[in-house]
Nanobody, 126 residues
Framework: QVQVVVSGGGSVPSGGSLRLSCAAS????????MGWFRHGPGKGREWVAV????????YYADSVTGRFTIYQDNAKNMVYLQMNSLKPEDTAMYYC???????????????????WGQGTQVTVSS
């Protein structure tokens, strides 16, 4: 079992920055990867970024490449999403998720992840 807790959302103007944090406990150290998803108004759950636990490879959705950075602190079992140059279209509920096993690569689907944290709201005003 893995427990995932998300924090760090908020409201910022366009062009601003936020950092989301994801704390994973339990068997998180043996997980394949951690990912961030978001669910915006009128949209489905969208994959944002993923980081592999052991090789520390990172993958990003085209919509956030160059603006968002996913990174981890294995000693603290933490994964972060640094979001810069935020746009109104980034407004969404953001979720962190754990994939216990299997390959990790770009554009993973929500069903590929096993454990989910609660969402945190990010609102970007124009």
């Amino acid at each position: 079992q893995v427990q995932v807790v998300v924090s760090g959302g908020g409201s910022v103007p366009s062009g601003g920055s936020l950092r989301l944090s994801c704390a994973a406990s339990g068997n998180a150290r043996s997980s394949s990867c951690m990912g961030w998803f978001r669910h915006g108004p009128g949209k489905g759950r969208e994959w944002v970024a993923v980081i592999t636990t052991f090789t520390v490879s990172t993958y990003y959705a085209d919509s956030v490449t160059g603006r968002f950075t996913i990174y981890q602190d294995n000693a603290k079992n933490m994964v972060y999403l640094q979001m810069n140059s935020l746009k109104p279209e980034d407004t969404a509920m953001y979720y962190c998720a754990d994939r216990s096993s299997g390959s990790c690569y770009s554009a993973l689907r929500p069903r590929d992840f096993d454990y989910w944290g609660q969402g945190t709201q990010v609102t970007v005003s124009s």
